[in-house]
């Protein structure tokens, strides 16, 4: 079953960043679905948590060469 959860992402300055966020976390293996907004600085991810987690999304995010920071 799957996940839906948010994390705020700083440093995106233009629509190629945010789709590039997106790409990237649609190659993750037990992603489904990626929706990031950069005028929010937001992403929407629904995943599969047995096979991937919430702290590789952020870790992927973070590789991406972005800030990745958890949305309470
Ligand atoms: Mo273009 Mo957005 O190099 O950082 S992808 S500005």
Sequence with gaps: SHQVCRVRIRGMTCTSCANAIESTLLGIHGVKKAQVALATEE????YDPN????????K???DS????????
């Design 43 to 46: 992403a929407e991810i629904n």
């Design 51 to 58: 096979l991937v987690s919430y702290s590789e999304l952020l």
């Design 60 to 62: 992927a995010v973070e």
């Design 65 to 72: 060469g972005f800030e990745a920071v958890l949305i309470t």
